[in-house]
């Protein structure tokens, strides 16, 4: 299929026992066991919701959502830190809710032709609308791995730990020995 014709025509779906996800797979194993062998179950425990990435019957995608809270200690982002803090008159010890993005992975075949950001683009809009008209919250987090850690951090603009900056400086080759390494990754609500 085109990736303009898929950015065009997919849909979200949430998984069921009848979808056959036999046919799904993405650069890393992990992402792709979890959807065959562990969403579901998750789901009917109630501890996460996958929603499919479906074009005309091919499962091109996923995203696993759950809740989450997000300690505003770990903020890399002094300002924004400052502003809610200032805000809502508490301090960084103090949680604040947030979505999060448990599994997210593009099947190999579509993989880095957009169609990722794309879809993505289309979580993050969805959580928006979520914040806005279902439940409040403030943040959506993601625990990224080493191999997915730009996607999040360049092109959606998530930050990072404030302690992990030194990692991220020798992120490269974080990369090449261990790219399954995971990052606590988040992003204001406010910033989309």
């Not at 993601?142 to 991220?168: E, G, H, M, P, T």
Request: aromatic share 10%.
């Amino acid at each position: 299929m085109d990736i303009e014709y898929i950015k065009e025509n997919y849909i979200f779906e949430t998984l069921n026992e009848n979808h056959d996800l036999d046919d799904f797979e993405c650069e890393s194993e992990d992402l792709a066991n979890f959807l065959k062998n562990d969403a579901l179950n998750q789901q009917d425990l109630n501890l996460s919701l996958t929603h499919l990435v479906i074009c005309d019957g091919v499962i091109v995608g996923y995203v696993s959502i759950l809740t989450d809270a997000m300690k505003l200690k770990i903020m890399e982002d002094e300002p924004a830190k400052k502003e809610i803090l200032d805000e809502l008159n508490i301090s960084e010890n103090n949680v604040m809710p947030a979505i999060k993005i448990g599994r997210f992975a593009i099947d190999k075949e579509y993989a880095h032709k957009g169609l990722g950001k794309h879809v993505f683009r289309n979580v993050l809009l969805s959580i928006l609308d979520i914040s806005q008209n279902i439940v409040g919250l403030r943040f959506i987090t993601v625990d990224a791995y080493a191999s997915a850690f730009w996607f999040y951090v360049d092109k959606n603009n998530f930050k990072y730990r404030k302690n992990d900056q030194k990692l991220v400086e020798d992120m490269d080759e974080i990369i090449k020995i261990d790219p399954e390494r995971s990052f606590s990754l988040y992003k204001d609500l406010k910033s989309i």
